[in-house]
Nanobody, 118 residues
Framework: QVQLVESGGGLVQPGESLRLSCAAS????????MRWYRQAPGEERELVAQ????????TYGHSVKGRFTISRDNAKNAVALQMNNLKFEDTAVYYC???????????WGRGTQVTVSS
């Protein structure tokens, strides 16, 4: 059964850092683009970062560019999101997603809560 399991969320103060991890199982990890999305209360789900199948290309949402870094380890079936200089507006549930194109199913984790508060 395909699984994406996020971890690493928590409560931090503005300016601090967190590293989110996503462990994948039961699918060919390197066949998929990996993404991190987030959803704040009352807001639509937002694409935060994306990494290509072999990690050579990354893209970021404009609100996190320069602060967040996405990475992947295909040998470990894992993707990470390093979040630095966190801001109040980064508070959200963060979701791991795998994407292979519109003809294939995409998979979602259950999310991990990130709260930035003083």
């Amino acid at each position: 059964q395909v699984q994406l399991v996020e971890s690493g969320g928590g409560l931090v103060q503005p300016g601090e850092s967190l590293r989110l991890s996503c462990a994948a199982s039961d699918f060919t990890f390197s066949d998929y683009i990996m993404r991190w999305y987030r959803q704040a209360p009352g807001e639509e789900r937002e694409l935060v970062a994306q990494i290509s199948r072999f990690g050579d290309t990354t893209t970021y949402g404009h609100s996190v560019k320069g602060r967040f870094t996405i990475s992947r380890d295909n040998a470990k079936n894992a993707v990470a999101l390093q979040m630095n200089n966190l801001k109040f507006e980064d508070t959200a549930v963060y979701y791991c997603n795998s994407y292979q194109g519109t003809s294939y199913p995409q998979y979602w984790g259950r999310g991990t809560q990130v709260t930035v508060s003083s």
